[in-house]
């Protein structure tokens, strides 16, 4: 059984920065597509950002040039580096592996940006 524990999300004034973390159980990060979501009250989840299976990297427009997504195999951890902070950055924020023939979803975590 494959799971994810996220942590890393709180209150953070617009501009500064937050690092998500979300470590794996039953499944090796380094090898398998991940990725992180965000949802906003009232909106649909929405991508933030991922790792193919080739490991190549993709970025939200709104993401790109702020946050970086990254993987530490020997911690079996992913991780999103998130860099000025806007107010429209908050949401819950969820990681994401892909492994077994479908996706499997952390808890997610709060991130709120205020102004």
């Known amino acids: 059984q494959v799971h994810l524990v996220e942590s890393g999300g709180g209150l953070v004034q617009a501009g500064g920065s937050l690092r998500l973390s979300c470590t794996a159980s039953?499944?090796?990060?380094?090898?398998?597509?991940v990725g992180w979501y965000r949802q906003a009250p009232g909106k649909q989840r929405d991508l933030v950002a991922r790792?193919?299976?080739?490991?190549?990297?993709v970025y939200a427009d709104s993401a790109k040039g702020r946050f970086t997504i990254s993987r530490d195999s020997a911690k079996n951890t992913m991780y999103l580096q998130m860099n000025g902070l806007k107010p429209e950055d908050t949401a819950v924020y969820y990681c994401?592996?892909?492994?077994?023939?479908?996706?499997?979803w952390g808890q997610g975590t709060q991130v709120t940006v205020s102004s």
């Open positions: 039953g499944s090796d990060i380094s090898i398998r597509p």
């Open positions: 994401t592996i892909d492994a077994n023939a479908r996706t499997y």
């Open positions: 790792i193919t299976i080739a490991g190549t990297t």
